[in-house]
């Protein structure tokens, strides 16, 4: 749901943050966390998107996520998916098409990595064995250097790559350097080498066994241009396929199924190559986001759905893009420039309402705003995942509040006699 510029109710209606202003690694979290605000909830976020759902109150729920993976996603099946051999061999298992490929040590399998991508034919894709699905993923290798650059990229430790990332559970790995005052990685690490699967990109996903999306990207699992949603057009065929994938992983309560199609999207299944090219525990949403904020929330909004306690009639409240909340900024190192930051947020997206220290030594602040769900949503996550200038919150707790008619953002102590909860002493964690 888009709004028109020329709607006349547009101008009443809080901005949506676009899919460029959040790191993709986190947009998944933060439209979870938007869709729970504008469902009435509170909020508990901690580092790694750890979230949790909370009443009126602060009384826990039981609803919480992290990277906006929901609660019912058993662990032991998010790890396994994390291992991309095991993965194969799982589809395999099940006369799941999927590409040839092979894995090799960084140590010492340089050469036979060479010989098989030049045995099978270039170009090839290069990923980590181990690790999240679709990160630091590369395709369309043309040739044996361009091969062998990228095998050096990755004996550089993980956590030292620039385009690393990796999810708060299913630790599967160390990916700390081999030697503490060295950069390489350690000689036990393994990649995949496969070949790369010419056609349609389309990424399917499942939440709670539904397919909800479908989504065609002409540049693959990263290109966040140009893509669109195609579930109304994919041939039954293929969603029933989609289903049979999602079912080899019982346990993930939600599933992205990347394939690439040989005759496209409307062709059935029997009538072409169906290649399974990745699989996920996230949901991913940054390529739904680039296309359309507001289509990815509401896919956000159905991964909450199906996670909290449902209302008597079964759905979440209508969703208020604005919401009224006191919030507790636990974690902060430096004051003064996490009150700027703040400030400077609350210009950008139209917030109202104040902030203030409530103990510096301490590293707490305290506020009221109201605004945006989505633009509250996304400080909050951006401060507890370093990205406002160092800065790493180490909880913030949002509480709903009353609305108190604020038409400004302001910093500094409130004024006396106001029996806010965050003039009180605020949220505490």
């Given at each position: ?396 707790d949002s509480r709903r509040a009353e609305p108190t008619g604020a038409e400004s953002f302001t910093l500094g102590v409130p004024a006396a006699g106001d029996a806010s909860p965050a003039a009180e002493g605020g949220p505490s964690t």
């Amino acid at each position: 749901m888009t709004t028109s510029p020329h709607d006349p109710a547009a101008a009443d209606r809080p901005v949506m943050p676009s899919a460029a202003d959040c790191p993709a690694e986190l947009i998944d979290g933060w439209l979870v966390h938007t869709a729970a605000l504008q469902a009435g909830r509170g909020t508990l976020l901690f580092p790694g998107q750890a979230l949790l759902l909370t009443h009126e109150g602060g009384a826990l729920d039981g609803g919480s996520f992290a990277h906006g993976v929901p609660q019912q996603t058993q662990l032991s099946t998010a790890t396994l998916v994390q291992d991309r051999r095991v993965r194969r061999a799982m589809l395999e298992q099940h006369r799941i098409r999927v590409p040839e490929g092979a894995t090799f040590t960084i140590g010492r399998g340089t050469r036979a990595a060479l010989d098989f991508a030049e045995r099978r034919g270039f170009p090839v894709v290069l990923k980590p064995m181990v690790g999240d699905n679709t990160v630091e993923t590369r395709t369309g290798i043309a040739g044996t250097e361009e091969l062998l650059e990228g095998i050096r990229d990755l004996r550089v430790a993980p956590q030292l790559r620039p385009d690393y990332t990796t999810a708060s559970y299913a630790f599967t790995a160390i990916h700390t350097p081999r030697e503490e005052d060295q950069s390489r990685t350690r000689k036990n690490y393994r990649y995949l080498v496969e070949e790369h699967v010419r056609g349609e990109f389309l990424r399917f996903l499942l939440i709670g066994g539904a397919v909800v999306s479908a989504f065609s990207s002409p540049d693959g699992a990263w290109g966040l241009d140009g893509g669109r949603e195609l579930l109304e057009e994919v041939h039954p065929s293929l969603v029933a396929h989609a289903r049979e994938v999602a079912e080899v992983f019982p346990g993930l309560a939600v599933i992205a199924v990347d394939v690439v199609l040989s005759r496209g999207a409307e062709v059935a299944r029997e009538d072409q190559d169906v290649t399974v090219v990745d699989v996920s525990e996230r949901p991913w949403l940054a390529m739904q986001a680039s296309r359309d904020p507001e289509e990815a929330l509401l896919l956000a909004r159905r991964l909450v759905e199906s996670t909290v306690a449902r209302t008597e009639d079964g759905t979440l409240p209508q969703p208020q893009a604005e919401v009224a909340l006191d919030v507790r900024w636990e974690g902060v190192s430096v004051m003064d420039a996490f009150l700027e930051h703040l400030r400077a947020a609350a210009s950008r997206a139209g917030l109202r309402g104040r902030a203030e220290a409530e103990d510096v030594v301490g590293g707490i602040a305290r506020g009221h705003l109201e605004g945006s769900a989505a633009a509250v949503a996304l400080f909050n996550e951006l401060a507890v995942a370093g990205h406002l200038a160092g800065e790493h919150l180490m909880a913030v707790d949002s509480r709903r509040a009353e609305p108190t008619g604020a038409e400004s953002f302001t910093l500094g102590v409130p004024a006396a006699g106001d029996a806010s909860p965050a003039a009180e002493g605020g949220p505490s964690t």
